[in-house]
Each structure stands twice: as C-alpha cells, then as structure tokens.
C-alpha cells in the first residue's frame, strides 16, 4: 500500500476537481508561499503584494516578477564540447 500525498492547502477543495487539478494548485500555492529571495539585497523576506507585484521587507524595493514566483527560474543546459 503507497502512502497518499497530503495537500494543507487543498484540503478545502474536499473530493472535488480531480486529483490532477488539485495537485496542481497545490504546487502553485507552495511556490507562491514559499519564502523568496529579493534581487536587490538578497534578503530572503520578499512578499507578494498582487499578481506579478514583489515587495521586499528589508529594502523597501517593489518590483515586478512572475505571478507566483519573483523571478524566473533559470535552468541552464551545459553543452559538451567536443
């Protein structure tokens, strides 16, 4: 027997949507809470003012992201050289 996966913050949907979709949200909603770096003074205090609205508690700085994440994840592919 595997062990279910509990989602916090989807509990509220109860049996409704579909396990998909439901998961979905789930890790939109960790992303969005999750504590964020700040671009400026890399401090680890940046809140979510609005869709795409980042405020940095420590700096003072607002400036504009993604909507669930403050900056855009940059996944770099490493070419061989040959």
Known sequence: MTATKK????K???SRYG???????AKIE???RKK?????????QVKRLA???WYCKKC?????????SP???IELEVEEKS
């Open 51 to 53: 869709a795409g609205i």
């Open 12 to 14: 509220r949907f109860g």
């Open 7 to 10: 989602y916090d913050s989807v």
């Open 30 to 32: 960790q992303e969005l």
């Open 19 to 25: 396990r998909r979709i439901r998961e979905k949200v």
């Open 71 to 73: 900056v855009k994840r």
């Open 60 to 68: 003072s700085t607002r400036f504009t992201g993604k909507a669930y």
């Open 36 to 44: 964020h770096t700040c671009p400026y003074c890399s401090y680890k």
